[in-house]
């Protein structure tokens, strides 16, 4: 066998056996899922932030500022409208619209419909975040206590892999 000939053989095997340990693309999806930040107490239905809500609601905006978001949604409460718009500001999004009293398995399903890939930013409630969250991983998480407007969820789905769940504070 002639020397350049073995030289193109060996150069192909190598090349064949780097591909076997480069892992296949598996496209995958990011739910942020948070309650909405600090309300105003005023005893009505449809509060708005206060300042401390406000200074949260930037402060998720930055934290997610080098992230791919693909999608906001925010039920149609000021509070979680609030919430959500520096973030869908700073991607150029509209905010998407879901209702509040949906079964958390309805919402998750219609998330998985809608994106396959990116990351995606839901603002609900403390008693509605846990059950989306559930839905989403398949897993159980605790409820949030209604004093408790700090908790970011991370449920990131790959392709041919189980959920994983990471739950941060912000």
């Given at each position: ?81 609030n919430t959500a718009e520096p973030t869908a500001a700073t991607h150029d999004l509209s905010i998407i619209s ?59 789905i790959r392709a041919g892999a189980a959920p994983v769940l990471s739950q941060q504070r912000y």
């Amino acid at each position: 066998m002639h020397a350049p000939l073995r030289f193109l053989i060996l150069a192909c095997a190598l090349a064949l056996s780097a591909c076997a340990v480069i892992p296949a693309f598996s496209p995958s999806v990011t739910y942020v899922v948070v309650r909405h930040a600090e309300k105003v107490g005023d005893g009505s239905r449809d509060p708005s932030l206060t300042d401390a809500g406000r200074a949260r609601a930037h402060a998720l905006a930055a934290r997610l500022r080098s992230r791919d978001v693909v999608a906001v949604y925010a039920t149609d409460f000021r509070r979680t409208r609030n919430t959500a718009e520096p973030t869908a500001a700073t991607h150029d999004l509209s905010i998407i619209s879901y209702d509040a009293d949906a079964p958390p398995k309805a919402v998750a399903e219609r998330l998985r419909r809608a994106h396959a890939t990116g990351t995606v930013l839901v603002v609900g409630h403390s008693n509605t975040v846990p059950g989306i969250v559930s839905a989403l991983c398949g897993c159980e998480v605790a409820p949030i206590d209604e004093s408790d407007y700090g908790n970011l969820f991370e449920v990131r789905i790959r392709a041919g892999a189980a959920p994983v769940l990471s739950q941060q504070r912000y």
